[in-house]
């Protein structure tokens, strides 16, 4: 996690670099999302590991360490600035100025153990923001498991139409999910010792190589004929 973070700052950084050097209004929207996405990393190697280094451009020196206040009042600052060059509601997979109020609420809702005072005045005005920003919770259970999010982290999820727990109707799914889910499902007569869902899996997986290797040979034949 600690390098995944560190590498989305750096990556960050070098965007901010480059693309400061042109000019436009797009340009100032997509340098703001850099400024995000870097104040995100640092929010969660703030909360993860303390007191992480802070450096905001390519550098081949190692950077020195920091501690949480600085962290703190860093993203705090990145947040307030770029406030006002974020879109108001932008497309799928892209933060606005809502991403930018919820970081911050949930950075002054740890203000008190992060820095030693509290600010749980502005959590309060940042969270309210939020709620009034015309996001709703997605409530509907569509896959009909009890509860709605695990759709959170569908590739899709904003373009993918679930069906009501009752529906006939099933989202598309792989073939070989299918296959596999029929090949489970099957009821038949087999020894005890193949009744077991890891065994029915080791033939499965024994079928699966034997029918890959019969199409290479194939494939093979073919190609000396």
Known sequence: ???????????????????????????????????????????????????????????TELPTQSNRTELFNFIESE????????????EYGRVDNVAAHALLSRLYLNAEAWTGQDRYADCITYSQNVINSGYTLNMNVANGNGTAYDELFIA????????????????????????VEIFFS???????????????LLIFCIISFILYWCFLGTINSKSFS
Do not use: C, H
């Open 1 to 59: 996690m600690y390098y995944r973070l560190a590498q989305a700052v750096s990556f960050s950084n070098s965007f901010i670099k480059n693309a400061s050097e042109l000019s436009g209004d797009e340009v100032s929207v997509f340098v703001a999302e850099a400024r995000f996405l870097r104040a995100y990393a640092y929010y969660n190697l703030l909360d993860l590991y303390g007191n992480v280094p802070l450096t905001t451009e390519i550098s």
């Open 79 to 90: 947040l307030m600035e770029i406030e006002s060059s974020m879109l108001a509601s932008n």
């Open 156 to 179: 899709d999820n904003d373009v993918t139409d679930f069906p009501e727990p009752d529906s006939p109707t099933i989202p598309t799914v792989s073939p070989l999910l299918i296959d």
């Open 186 to 200: 099957i009821d038949i007569s087999l020894p005890s010792w193949l009744l077991k869902p890891i065994d029915r």
